[in-house]
Every structure is written in structure tokens, then in C-alpha cells.
């Protein structure tokens, strides 16, 4: 479904994607995995097209969206949902106002259609009660949360997941990866989920590249690269060496 | 040493170039936004209460004390020449075609432009600008365009309660404080003020609406990182559009008049 080709990226000089090939499969959750500042996010900023690549393509559904004028590029990312590593939620809206804003924008539905969509996913993701909030009265926790329902309020076909989990304590980040598992099976869309949380993402993962010095090091089912005997695969999984502290 | 020179200066005049095409770029395409559906008016009068509504006190306030000074200096130098009954005339001549343009878009300035491009500058580092495209919404005419249009429409009626006010403050301190009679001190102003003196005025603070809110937002938009990032862009844009409202009033004033 999605898929990229050859995709180089560079800022002020410095090489971040250095000629990224991946394929990710339609209604499977695929993980790249990778060290912070390794340009996983950059990678799945070019896959909605936030930034187009210096060369190389970014197909969806064998549509370039790399060279799309704007309003093509708008059509594709109307099927598209992104849950933000910091949930860039408007800080100015109510978490009711962030959640229902896509619709209030880009559907003609009416008030009380809105709120009953907007209630349900509310109640979904455990949020009763908070609609009235802002931003800056909750917790990151709950912030990603409102992040998450106000990207599945449209019905994406494909979910961005950018750290989805980072940050928060065990019980929340159990809770978000059995949402996003929850919310895949019933809506079955495609998703994409950049982490760095081991082993943890191999539990929601169908596929998982490695990224490592912009280029993915290793790609294949998360049994295989729990396998891989490739040492940048193994020494992300195992930490790298520990000094011992005690 | 010298080709060292030249190329430092050819460096910021190349940075200079581009910076400018890049305004003129980003004002382009938010005009051209601003004419083409959907039209959202509740937008624009949120943001004509932001930039309005809420300068209304410092425009209030500076607008009466700037009057009240004009009319100070006015009579005494008025007076060295025995024309004190011009005096009404002079003050609202004073703040319809110079001061009240000026200083209200300065007002402006500090108070509202600062705060548009520290909240696009926000909106842009905490990824809400990114969010919005990603929901396939121009985060240019959701955001900037309300900004622009407010920007033009806000101005000129916060200059006409600045300028009705100083004339006001000038009618206190020259009528009530000195003496001027106050029939010659709006007589004169009505005998003499002209509607291109108005108009000349009206065409400023036009100017310098679109000026503020452009530059804000400009520099709002394309800020750098983090907290010392919108920090930078708060301060160019007010110091920048305050710099760009004294160029354009020198270049309106002597086109126009």
C-alpha cells in the first residue's frame, strides 16, 4: 500500500535519510524501530507529506505523493490519521473542541451528530468527563489519548503513530498499545508506529524495519527481527552494553 | 581581504533577497487564500475583538495624552504668533494625517502583533501548524488569513477612536486649560480640514494594519526552534513592523500629498 523507494533527505548539510526502500502492507501495523534522532519521524513526516524528499519516491497506492500539487496531496491525506509524538493539540480548544474539530471542519454534519462521535470516542478512550478540559490542564497521558481520538474521528485507512508511548508510565503505555490493537482490529487500518519501546513494540508490530544511519538496517516480520543475528538489530534490542551500577 | 568583504556583503544581500521574496510570497498566497472559499467570518471577528476590541484601552489612553501634549505644544507656538484660534486645526490636523496613523499602528504593534507571532510561533513548534495540514486544512488560511483581513479592518477604526480622542485631549488642554475659544477651535477644524487630509490617513492605517499582522505573522510562521526560536520572532516582528509602518508612512505621506 504504502511504499518507498530509494528516499534521501537532508537538513542544513547533514544526510538524514540516506536512500530509504520500504514496504509497508495494507492493514498491517508496521514499526520502525531506531535510535532518538535517527530520523524516524522525519520518515513518517515524508509519508504523509509534511516534507518531500530531495529525491526518491513516496508511493501510496502507486501514487507518487512527493510530487502531488496541494490539492491532490489533500485528497490522499484526507485518508490519513497522525497521532503526533508531543499530540499537537490545539492549545487554545477544549479537549470536546480538538476532538471535534476535523469533523466541524471538513464534514457538513450537525451539532448533535458531532457530539454523539465525538461522546463515543470520549468514552472509548477512557476521557468521561474531560471534554471541557484544555491541553494544558492534563496530563501528557491524556494528551496523547485526545491525540489518538481525535485522529481515529475521521475513519482513517492509514494510522501514523509517532512514539505513541513515550513518556508515559507502564500501566499508560500498556493501555495505548492495547488501543491501538483494539482500534486496529475494528477498523483494520494501515498502520505505522515509530518507537524505540523494546520489546514492547514487538507485541502490536506485524512487520518491523530497523532504521539506523538512514537506512533501514533490517526489515522483516517481528518474529524475524527478534531472530536477527545482525549485531545494529541485536545490540538496539539488547541495550548495548551496561556498566553494572550496584 | 576585500573579495572577503564583498562576500560577506553579497552574502546578506543574497539572505536579504530572499527573506523578502519569501514575504512577499507568503502575503501573495494569503491573499490569494483570503478570496477563495470557505469563508470563515467567525474567525475574522474573533480576531478583530483580539486586535481591536482589546487595544480599545491603550489606544484610549495614549490617543488623549498625545493630544493633550499636541495641544500643549500647539498653543504656545501657535501663540508666538498670535494664532491661537488655530490651534483646533492644527491638532486634528496633526492626528488625522501623521500621529494618530502612526501611533496607533505602533500601539498595535507592541500589543497585538507580538502576541500573533508568539502564538503562530507556539502553534508551529508544538507541530499544530503540522497538524493542520495533516488534516488536509492550508494552515495559511485557517490561521494567517483571519489574522491579515482582521489586521486591515481593526486599524483604521482603532485610528478613528485614536484620532477623535487626542482631538479631544487637545480641546481639554487648549479650551479648558488655556482659554482658546472653543467655537474657533472646532470651527477652524471644520473650515479647514479636508477630506483628502482624512483620506490620506484612512490609506495609512490601512497600510499599516496589513503591515502589522503580515510581518507578525510572517515571522510567527517561520520561526525558529524552540522557546528562544518564538522568543526572536517576537521580538523582529514588532521591532521590524515598527521599523517597515515609519518607511511606509515617509513613502504614503509624500506620494499622497
Known sequence: MIKLVDVYKTFNGQEVLKGITLEIPKGKTTAIIGRSGGGKSVLLKHIIGLLKPDSGQILVEGTDISRLNNRDLNKIRNRFGILFQGAALFDSLTVYDNIAFPLREKTRLKENEIRKLVDEKLAQLGLEGMGYKYPAEISGGMKKRVGLARALIMGPEIMLFDEPTTGLD??????????????HKKFGFTAVVVSHEIPDIFGIAHHVAMLNNGVIAESGTSADIQKSTNPVVTEFISGGKKEEII | MFIFILEKVGNIFIGFLKRTGRMVIFFSSAISLAVRPPFKPGHIIKQIHFIGVKSLFVIILTGLFTGMALGLQGYYTLARVGSEGLL??????????????????LMVTGRAGSSMAAEIGIMKISEQLDALDTMAINPVKYVVVPKIIAGIIAVPLLTAIFNIIGI???YLVGVELMGVNPGTFFGEMQNRVVFKDIHLGFVKSVSFGAIISWVSCFEGYYTGFGAEGVSKATTVSVVLSSVLILICNYFITSVML
Not at chain 1, 507502564?170 to 488501543?179: Q, R, T, V
Open chain 2, 168 to 170: 479631544l485631549g487637545g
Open chain 2, 88 to 105: 483646533g486645526y492644527a491638532v486634528a490636523l496633526g492626528m488625522i494625517r501623521e500621529l494618530g496613523p502612526v501611533l496607533s499602528a
Open chain 1, 170 to 183: 507502564p500501566i499508560m503505555k500498556n493501555a495505548i498499545y492495547n488501543l491501538i490493537l483494539e482500534m
